[in-house]
């Protein structure tokens, strides 16, 4: 082939190779047909489907056998709604009201029935409270029907540890309570007991273990069951009379009354008139223990008989000393443990609700353990166990004495539940 051909033919070659390249460059560079597509972006709310505001029950006994504990209590909502709201509206900056709405168990089971089917009615799903154990009993099938989530700052009958049902407990079962009582007759060289208990469940529990312990440390029990809504106790006491004397009536025969407080001040008031009940040592439960109303009836009666009485005892704290001198600057009075329990159960309820989102029963009963162990009240460590109770605690050994004309109760000891141990104060 003549040069000139080959020239030709490469520069025709070129430009074919040139248009190629620019048609596909030129494709390149073309913009693109818009296509618009629609894509929902669910927006975050900390509140879900909370409302504006969330109405919390409250089952408390402002009259009846424990109406101290009750009037206590109250107050001590009070704070907790306002400390809650506070929390919840300055720190975290929601648009939410917590509102508690109160209703009277009158310390019995059947009240506490009416109490938590009033607050049902009003669409409450989250109740504090109640106090006793046979209220908590009495409720509990309701509330497992009605997906109502209960936390009791005292119910302590070990027969209601049931694991995965809708009742929670801020305090220790008497499990605890009973091996203190137990170490504390031994200790004071009590040999032989003699137990009047309340014939309800936590009456019977603490009962059962209270003697158990004492039979395994080598003591004597004989046991009196009582009618707790009985009238009067006259035959009771006189039972209480024969057994003291078939023991002997001796410095190692001691007498434990499970008792709430009208019930107790009925039964101490008939002993006072029975030599042989004043000459021996008495002891007392968290049923009368730093009872304004005990130490104002039969104080006296206490004093001469030296009444030893056990309550749960929240651990020291910075948060505790706080609400302590808050509660006595506010009411003029010093807050009960069992009020600090509520404290503590109130922010449990109400930080599970804020973490559900959503005011449904079973949602805060699932999450609500964790709540708990991850919240450290004026109370102590909330950390609950498989059933739903208080896994920790210790207590408190207190009596009545006459403090400047007034009959009060001091603390004079403590039994340590992970040690077993009983240490008596120095005077």
């Known amino acids: 082939?003549?040069?000139?051909?080959?020239?030709?033919?490469?520069?025709?070659?070129?430009?074919?190779?040139?248009?190629?390249?620019?048609?596909?460059?030129?494709?390149?560079?073309?913009?693109?047909?818009?296509?618009?597509?629609?894509?929902?972006?669910?927006?975050?709310?900390?509140?879900?489907?909370?409302?504006?505001?969330?109405?919390?029950?409250?089952?408390?006994?402002?009259?009846?056998?424990?109406?101290?504990?009750?009037?206590?209590?109250?107050?001590?909502?009070?704070?907790?709604?306002?400390?809650?709201?506070?929390?919840?509206?300055?720190?975290?900056g929601l648009n939410l009201t917590f509102t508690f709405v109160i209703e009277d168990t009158q310390t019995s089971p059947d009240g506490a029935l009416n109490a938590i089917k009033t607050l049902a009615a009003q669409g409450i799903k989250a109740v504090v409270g109640p106090y006793a154990s046979g209220e908590a009993s009495k409720i509990l099938s309701y509330a497992e029907t009605n997906k109502i989530v209960?936390?009791?700052?005292?119910?302590t009958?070990?027969?209601l540890a049931i694991p995965d049902d809708m009742l929670?407990?801020?305090?220790?079962?008497?499990?605890?309570?009973?091996?203190?009582i137990a170490k504390i007759l031994w200790n004071k060289g009590i040999r032989k007991a003699v137990i009047m208990y309340r014939n309800d469940d936590w009456g019977v529990g603490l009962n059962n273990v209270i003697s158990e312990k004492f039979m395994e440390l080598g003591g004597e029990v004989e046991s009196i069951?009582?009618?707790?809504?009985?009238?009067?106790?006259?035959?009771?006491?006189?039972?209480?009379?024969?057994?003291?004397?078939?023991?002997?009536?001796?410095?190692?025969?001691?007498?434990?009354?499970?008792s709430f407080e009208d019930d107790g001040i009925n039964i101490l008031t008939l002993a006072k008139e029975q030599d042989v009940l004043m000459s021996v040592k008495w002891f007392g439960t968290d049923g009368i223990a730093y009872?304004?109303?005990?130490?104002?009836?039969?104080?006296?009666?206490?004093?001469?008989?030296?009444?030893?009485?056990?309550?749960?005892?929240?651990?020291?704290?910075v948060k505790k000393e706080d609400f302590v001198s808050r509660f006595q600057e506010a009411y003029g009075m010093s807050p009960h443990p069992y009020?600090?329990?509520?404290?503590?159960?109130?922010?449990?309820?109400?930080?599970?609700?804020?973490?559900?989102?959503?005011?449904?029963?079973?949602?805060?009963?699932?999450?609500?353990?964790?709540?708990?162990?991850n919240h450290f009240g004026v109370s102590g460590w909330t950390k609950l166990n498989e059933a739903g109770d208080r896994a920790y605690g210790d207590y408190t050994i207190t009596t009545i004495k006459l403090v400047e004309g007034t009959y009060t109760w001091v603390d004079v000891g403590s039994y340590s539940a992970a040690t077993g141990a009983v240490t008596w104060f120095a005077e």
């Open 339 to 373: 009020s600090m329990n509520l404290y503590d159960s109130a922010w449990i309820l109400a930080l599970s609700i804020l973490e559900s989102r959503t005011y449904d029963g079973e949602t805060i009963a699932n999450i609500l353990p964790q709540v708990a162990e």
């Open 291 to 317: 009872s304004s109303k005990v130490a104002a009836a039969v104080g006296d009666i206490c004093e001469q008989l030296g009444i030893l009485a056990t309550i749960y005892s929240p651990a020291k704290s």
């Open 157 to 159: 009958a070990p027969s």
């Open 150 to 155: 209960v936390l009791s700052p005292s119910s």
């Open 1 to 92: 082939m003549a040069a000139a051909e080959k020239s030709t033919l490469f520069i025709v070659v070129a430009l074919v190779i040139g248009l190629i390249i620019g048609a596909a460059a030129g494709y390149a560079a073309a913009p693109a047909k818009e296509v618009v597509k629609e894509v929902q972006v669910p927006v975050y709310s900390p509140l879900g489907t909370l409302p504006s505001e969330v109405k919390l029950g409250a089952l408390l006994p402002l009259t009846g056998a424990l109406s101290s504990y009750g009037e206590n209590g109250k107050y001590t909502l009070l704070m907790a709604q306002d400390d809650i709201n506070e929390y919840v509206q300055d720190v975290l």
């Open 225 to 258: 069951p009582y009618d707790p809504y009985a009238e009067e106790y006259s035959a009771d006491v006189a039972t209480l009379v024969d057994k003291v004397n078939a023991f002997g009536a001796g410095e190692d025969v001691g007498v434990v009354l499970v």
């Open 168 to 180: 929670f407990r801020t305090v220790p079962t008497d499990l605890a309570q009973g091996d203190a």
